[in-house]
């Protein structure tokens, strides 16, 4: 049985950080990522890693977020800095087996005030 647990998120002030963080268990994963949802806004990638470290980033939070995994590549992190108030929205950690099959977190609400 797969399951996504994510943790991490909340409110921060314009400027401030937070980590995101996802464990992933019950198969092995060939990519990880996290997308956003913001209220009126399509879902959207917000970054991705593989297996062997490859990284992607939406232009809009390249320089400012970064992505990373654990050494047994099951737990997936977002550090999230220099926060925004465009970047509020309920992210979404997702996980793809070999093949290609996605899962999904429930969501974890992130809030950036002004």
């Known amino acids: 049985q797969v399951q996504l647990v994510e943790s991490g998120g909340g409110l921060v002030q314009a400027g401030g950080s937070l980590r995101l963080s996802c464990a992933a268990s019950g198969s092995i994963f060939s990519i990880m990522g996290w997308y956003r949802q913001a209220p009126g806004k399509q879902r959207e990638l917000v970054a991705s890693v593989t297996g062997g470290g490859s990284t992607n980033y939406a232009d809009s939070v390249k320089g400012r977020f970064t992505i990373s995994t654990n050494n047994a590549k099951n737990t997936v992190y977002l550090q999230m800095n220099s926060l925004k108030p465009e970047d509020t929205a309920v992210y979404y950690c997702?996980?793809?087996?070999?093949?290609?099959?996605?899962?999904w977190g429930q969501g974890t609400q992130v809030t950036v005030s002004s």
């Open positions: 997702t996980a793809k087996t070999l093949r290609a099959y996605t899962y």
